[in-house]
């Protein structure tokens, strides 16, 4: 989990954890996120501490890989590193939106995992009750529904039928929006069902 608070012009962020617990507070100028959200990578000091954060590719995550470092004696630091990727928009709205004396000063978000997939929502009738019936067509689906669709924070995929054949059109849902539309397409199912395969297409 990672906790922000906004104090004035920095804000106050530390990770809790089932291995570590809560750690220490790492300050940060508000201004650093401005420049994620510019370029998309950033690391901040807090000395002997740093911290990088990176956004995702598809720009809808961001992952904080903090160096706790402490030192011990003159010359030798000791420490431990901590990675967490959560939801992006979430984040910067409630970043932008704390300058205003009015609103919120605390946020959390728990930590997306690599298993943290979007949920799977059919409203297909014909073209799923076909491929159901073909097991041949049936694994070429799942496999492509495996390949695609790992994508942490989307919340759910609405998946309905195409006109093509044994085909799908989908909709990602991501904090209550629309996000990414396209399709599954079957191709070359007319000649050799063997040869036939889904394209994804965006």
Not at 36 to 42: E, S, T
Not at 77 to 83: A, D, F, T
Not at 154 to 172: H, K, L, N, Q, R
Request: hydrophobic share 35%.
């Amino acid at each position: 989990m990672l906790k922000i608070h906004s104090d004035s012009e920095c804000l106050v962020l530390n990770t809790y954890s089932r291995t570590y617990g809560a750690s220490r507070c790492f300050y940060i100028h508000r201004d650093k996120f401005e420049e994620l959200d510019l370029h998309g990578y950033v690391v901040a000091l807090d000395q002997p501490s740093f911290l990088t954060m990176r956004k995702g590719s598809c720009g809808n995550t961001v992952t904080f890989t903090f160096t706790w470092l402490t030192r011990c004696g003159d010359s030798e630091l000791r420490g431990r590193e901590e990675s967490l990727t959560i939801p992006y928009a979430p984040m910067m709205s409630f970043i932008r939106a704390s300058e205003d004396p009015n609103e919120p000063k605390r946020w959390a978000a728990l930590a997306l995992t690599e298993r943290q997939y979007p949920r799977l929502v059919f409203h297909s009738k014909r073209n799923l009750k076909a491929v159901l019936a073909n097991r041949k067509i049936y694994r070429k689906l799942r496999k492509e529904l495996a390949l695609h669709f790992r994508w942490p924070g989307a919340e759910e995929i609405v998946i309905y039928d195409d006109f093509v054949p044994y085909s799908f059109g989908f909709t990602e849902k991501r904090n209550g929006e629309t996000g990414i539309c396209g399709g599954i397409i079957f191709h070359n199912y007319h000649n050799d069902l063997a040869t036939a395969y889904y394209g994804f297409h965006t």
